[in-house]
């Protein structure tokens, strides 16, 4: 079963809007891992966050983590057509392996 | 650095018969993946290596699935015999080390067709 849920399933935007996804998880975590799969550079990671981080930067990107209501945001500020993707959160706690929900799919039109 | 490497890109097979994946991860990872992406669906693990011991293949159906890593490198990923509901991508990926708080670096994938 797979633990990490996104919300929503799909997201259509214009360029230069923002965009954000949830992503909701069942148990406890100690790590959350955000990814972004498109047809040209396939899989791949964008950031991790800690359970005991609240809230992390890269460049675009800005993920929130509430373990609280074990939930996770992404945001990506200000996009572009090349952040069409579709974006996976994955979860994991111990030395288990990660979990991947089932994913937000974005369409930024120009 | 190089990347992950896998191959073949594309496979179509008829159900029965029989199918091999390879993958080549990033030079010094010890820790080796196979997830399983069928359309609309996140990755799946089926295994995972560390050097050339499994770590976990708990969702592996092991009647038809095997894979191994001999000299703790590279991997194959073989399907025996195939079944129409394995059409997927077949995704390698590699990490430093093992747990949920390494990036994982992963291949362009094998898409697969079983008809």
């Known amino acids: 079963s797979q633990q990490g849920e996104e919300d929503p399933q799909a997201l259509s935007i214009q360029e230069g809007e923002n965009a954000t996804m949830n992503c909701s998880y069942k148990?406890?975590?100690?790590?959350l891992q955000w990814y972004r799969q498109n047809s040209g550079r396939g899989l791949v990671h964008l950031i991790l966050?800690?359970?005991?981080?609240r809230e992390k930067h890269s460049g675009r990107l800005r993920v929130t983590l509430d373990t609280s209501k074990k939930s996770s945001s992404l945001l990506i500020t200000a996009s572009r057509a090349a952040d069409t993707a579709s974006y996976f959160c994955a979860t994991g706690s111990g030395y288990s392996t990660l979990t991947f929900g089932k994913g937000t799919m974005l369409l930024v039109s120009p | 650095e190089a990347g992950v490497a896998q191959s073949p890109r594309y496979k179509i097979i008829e159900k029965r018969q029989s199918v091999a994946f390879w993958c080549n991860p990033i030079s010094g990872h010890a820790t080796l993946y196979w997830y399983q992406q069928i359309l609309g669906q996140g990755p799946k693990l089926l295994i995972q290596f560390q050097n050339n011991g499994v770590v976990d293949d708990s969702q592996l159906p092991k009647d038809r699935f095997s894979a191994e890593r001999l000299k703790g490198v590279d991997s194959t990923l073989k399907i025996q015999p195939a079944k129409l509901e394995d059409s997927a991508v077949y995704l390698c990926a590699s990490s430093s080390g093992h747990g949920p708080s390494y990036e994982q670096y992963f291949g362009p994938g094998t898409r697969l067709t079983v008809t």
């Open positions: 966050i800690r359970s005991n981080e």
């Open positions: 148990t406890s975590i100690n790590n």
